[in-house]
Every structure is written in C-alpha cells, then in structure tokens.
C-alpha cells in the first residue's frame, strides 16, 4: 500500500467578509478557525480549493 501526498495547511486569516464560495472553499478543506492546522489529501480538487483561498491560509508540504 502507497502512502498518500498530503499538505498541510494553515488558516491564517480570517473568513468575515468574504465571498460565500471562499468561505465554502474554507469549509471544505475541513478549518472551522483561526490557526486552525488540518492535514488534507493532495489532489486536484483539494489543490484547487488551496489555490482560491491561497491569501487566506498558509501551505507546508508534507513528505
């Protein structure tokens, strides 16, 4: 079994007066608060959420 790329990520700013679908974006990605870390799954779809919200979170590649 192959272990699968991750990224971490971090929340650093906040989602109060944002567009509804980056909040969505936020949300999706599984952070509910500031300096929230989550771990997710490097795929398109998730890659694709990080890369709409880039200027809210802060991105640390996991091996």
Known sequence: MSKQQTVRIKLVRSTIGRLA???AC?????????NQVVE???TPENRGMINKVN???EIQ???
């Open 40 to 42: 997710v799954i490097d």
């Open 21 to 23: 679908a980056h909040k």
């Open 61 to 63: 590649e996991s091996k």
């Open 26 to 34: 936020v949300r999706g990605l599984g952070l509910s608060r500031m």
């Open 55 to 57: 200027y809210l979170l």
